[in-house]
């Protein structure tokens, strides 16, 4: 009945859940060996096939689901996705063919979408930390061209790295420890979606729905303070590592200061709480 079936795709999602978490948003594994190494057109490095399990408490029938690979590819072999949600309450979006999302034309259109987003904190970040893979993109088969692969989760970091890349063509300077990164990126590759036809838009929804809660201004004042105190650290410094603007930084240290300032005073101490940071 309709109850049996909503407790079916609840049990699904919840497994669905458990292993994107444990493949997507854990720590990337890099390989041990050069045995971990095949020699192929992309560079990949290292293979872990994970399926999502079934449910035990479904009475449906055992039905096939996607698995995950994780290795590492380089941008040249991956594409943005011009039909990300992202883009869908933009009123110039059109819905882009699926056999053309590799055109020059596509796909510089999505670039300069994601860029005009706001990319500059996160290019900076990634030129000061570089590319910290402890979310590895996730990616699919593009069926259009060989050796290509489509990205389902990550796209703004993939067009900040395409950023990045554009840049040395120009002339600018780019540490070689980054441009060799540009050329292994960690990501997952997801096998066999067509099984569950409802997978990207659960896998999506795991993500930004109900998926990692963000920090609240207070924990990232926090942060902020910890760094300049602690470390050392200056306004600009701090910005590039975390991926912040300056005057933001500047704006969240001055409050949070102003807050421990005021749970000093006898008389308002009791009041300064963490709910009163803006």
Known sequence: GLVGSEMCIRDRLRSLHRVVDRTLFSPYNPPCSSEDYPSSHHSSVRH??????????????????????????????????????????????????????????VQFRTWRKLKDGGLVELKNSILTNGFIPVEPLAVKRYAYLEDTYLVIEGNRRLAALRWIRSDYESGVDIDQGILEMLEKVPVII????????????????????SGIKEWGGYQRA????????????????????????????NRRYRAI????????????????????YP
């Open 190 to 209: 997801v096998r066999h979606e067509d099984d569950d036809p409802a997978f990207f838009e659960a896998l999506l929804g795991v993500r930004h729905v």
């Open 257 to 276: 200061k102003a807050l421990d300032q005021m749970r000093q005073d006898e008389d308002y101490g009791e009041h300064a709480l963490a709910e009163l």
């Open 222 to 249: 926090n942060l902020v303070a910890t760094l300049k105190d602690e470390r050392k650290m200056d306004t600009q410094e701090i910005a590039d590592r975390i991926g912040m603007v300056a005057r933001e930084v």
């Open 48 to 105: 872990q096939a994970l399926s999502v399990p079934h449910s035990a408490s479904s009475n449906e029938e055992e039905t096939s689901v996607p698995e995950f690979e994780t290795t590492e590819l380089s941008i040249s072999h991956l594409i943005l996705d011009p039909n990300n949600y992202r883009f869908h309450d933009d009123p110039d979006y059109m819905t882009a063919a699926a056999h053309r999302l590799h055109e020059d034309s």
